[in-house]
């Protein structure tokens, strides 16, 4: 084998293959009469050898094929760590650099006594080692320990893509593979920090239906050429865009029914009422006994979130959904279990109102531009939802906040700390005039209006804020680049209420797509809220409003639940389901008496 003609492609193979390809570069290295035993191929090896900082792309694919294979043979413990610290390792790398940077400025300016922040450098050097710390590429037991970090009621969901011919170092146009390979296989990992072990599904794909991503790309172009294109005909102009509307919610009514299908109800938080609970618990055992089971502690978690979920689910579905968790009742016991399942999901399992727990997305780089959180059983029950890159990074940012006392995480949301910036291009008069008044209606906010900011006026407040109102056009990183915000300390929660400003996009064929909410979370920002797309002022406007007054106010505090209560405000779907929040949970500050 001439090691010269080996390019990486090959070189992914031979990391997964069989021992004999080791054992044949053994035998050639033997041939020509070499002892050095470094000369052959060693899996561990060449992972160790890059652990500091690894090749992105090559350990990605490395990881996943890996972790693909595990689930073959029914290891699906040591899969699910693989899938779950293969994700935005990009990221990864680009945190690293700044933390780096960081220590060695810190490092400097402590030795000449020139410390420009206010924090202790201790402190700095402690945070600095923490997150480091974390996401050092270190891959044993990580995953275990990090749900074990976690709040226990949080649910960590990850959306992975399943054998899907798009994890190529040869990567096309997003239409094209759309166009080509229709929707990939998914993996779906549900983890909580509540003893149990994760929840792993397999959803497969399908070529006969209409590709979702290709879908989403054509509505996205007509609304793009509709809203640039002169309209002197009003009522088209309004047929259109209802139209697009409804291909929209066809999309994600499609994607939830026909893609996922019963595998949906892993999508939803645990309950959050305790009359819920235990209602649930009592059907459960009625189940349990149906089926002549004692479930043990895993089939039990799968079964209570069946369960709680059975309200948006057939019962064709809870039959198949039994099925596989009890593979060895009998099939008659199995469909008398769902009926009854089927019938306490109009009464006593109706829970398609009740307040949920928050769920964390962890999407794939294929599916992240999807609008999970607007599936009809997401709106439907109001589910309060975020996303974020990966889980270490998720973990990474919950410690750092954790162990500060002055985070908006800890202390609440201040509503007396805000700084907003509206239009500061000016050129949308129409959107001054409309949130201009809304704004200075609270009395204790600073911002800008119309105007943009003074050289480091908006890298101070994001340091020192709470809560930041960004809308305009973009993210506002005309007025602050992504460089510079990873390199701050953000305390804000910031709200970019501009075009794709939650949008993530690939810089290159290998890389993990970026936008600037990574930026923000590479700066610690708590939360960060924005829209995967281009959508439309007025619209936006009305639903800034009415938010406000909904969250700020105390009428919810939770962000996340603040947004799913809020979806239903916008007058188009279109762009209701481009609002998404990445990061953590956050809160206002209850009001003092």
């Not at 709040?151 to 096309?172: A, D």
């Not at 910036?421 to 000016?426: E, F, L, Q, V, Y």
């Not at 959107?431 to 119309?450: A, S, Y």
């Not at 990873?486 to 910031?494: H, S």
């Amino acid at each position: 084998m001439n090691k010269k003609n080996w390019n990486h492609d090959k070189l992914r193979k031979l990391l997964i293959s069989v021992p004999s390809v080791t054992k044949e570069i053994r035998e050639e290295n033997l041939t020509k009469g070499s002892e050095d035993k470094n000369l052959d191929f060693n899996v561990e090896r060449f992972v160790q050898s890059c652990l500091n900082f690894p090749p992105a792309p090559d350990l990605q694919y490395l990881y996943r094929n890996k972790a693909e294979a595990f689930l073959e043979e029914g290891r699906e413990k040591e899969a699910v760590q693989l899938f779950l610290i293969l994700q935005a390792l990009t990221v990864k790398h680009q945190i690293l650099i700044q933390k780096g940077k960081l220590l060695n400025v810190t490092v400097a300016e402590s030795k000449r006594g020139t410390v420009k922040s206010d924090r202790n450098i201790q402190e700095i050097l402690e945070e600095n080692e923490l997150q480091r710390s974390i996401l050092n590429f270190n891959t044993d037991g990580c995953a275990d320990e990090i749900i074990q970090s976690l709040p226990s009621e949080w649910t960590v969901l990850q959306i992975c893509s399943y054998k899907s011919p798009q994890i190529s170092r040869f990567k096309q146009s997003k239409r094209d593979v759309a166009a080509r390979v229709g929707n990939p296989s998914l993996c779906l990992i549900r983890l909580s920090n509540d003893g149990s072990d994760p929840v792993v599904r397999l959803v497969p794909g399908s070529d006969s239906a209409v590709p979702y991503l290709m879908e989403l790309q054509n509505i996205l172009k007509e609304q793009s050429l509709i809203l640039k294109e002169p309209c002197t005909d009003r009522h088209k102009y309004w047929n259109l865009r209802e139209e697009l509307n409804a291909r929209m919610q066809t999309l994600v009514k499609s994607l939830e029914d026909s893609w996922l299908g019963s595998a949906k109800s892993l999508l939803l938080g645990k309950l959050k009422s305790q009359k819920a609970q235990n209602i649930l618990v009592e059907v459960l055992k009625e189940v349990c006994e149906i089926l002549n089971e004692s479930p043990e502690d895993k089939m039990f978690r799968k079964l209570e979130i069946l369960l709680s979920s059975s309200c948006f689910l057939t019962q064709k579905d809870i039959f198949a959904e039994l099925v596989s968790i009890f593979p060895h009742a009998e099939e008659e016991k199995v469909y008398s279990a769902s009926a009854l399942a089927h019938s306490y999901a109009k009464t006593r399992l109706c829970f398609r109102t009740e307040v949920r727990q928050p769920v964390i997305f962890i999407l794939d780089p294929e599916v992240q531009c999807l609008p999970w959180e607007s599936l009809p059983l997401m709106r439907t029950c109001k589910q309060a939802a975020s996303r974020i890159p990966s889980l270490e990074l998720l973990s990474c940012l919950w410690r750092v906040h954790r162990t500060s006392s002055s985070s908006v995480v800890n202390c609440g949301l201040s509503t007396q700390s805000v700084f907003y910036m509206i239009d500061p291009d000016s050129n949308l008069p129409k959107t001054q005039e409309r949130l201009d008044r809304v704004m200075k209606g609270f009395r204790d906010w600073e911002g800008l209006t119309g105007q943009p900011p003074e050289p480091g006026q908006l890298a101070n407040m994001l340091g020192v804020k709470d809560a930041f109102i960004y809308s305009g056009h973009g993210s506002g990183n005309k007025y602050i680049s992504e460089e510079e915000v990873e390199k701050l300390k953000i305390r804000v929660t910031p709200l970019l209420l501009g075009c794709s400003s939650g949008q993530l996009s690939r810089h290159g064929r290998n890389l993990d797509p970026l936008g600037v909410v990574q930026s923000y979370m590479i700066g610690t920002a708590p939360a960060v809220a924005g829209f995967l797309w281009p959508v439309t002022d007025v619209d936006v406007d009305k639903w800034t409003i009415e938010f406000l007054e909904y969250w700020l106010t105390g009428r919810e505090a939770d962000l996340l639940q603040a947004v799913a209560d809020q979806r239903k405000v916008f007058s188009h779907f279109v762009n209701s389901a481009a609002l998404i929040v990445y990061g953590l949970p956050v809160t206002v500050q209850a009001k003092k008496k």
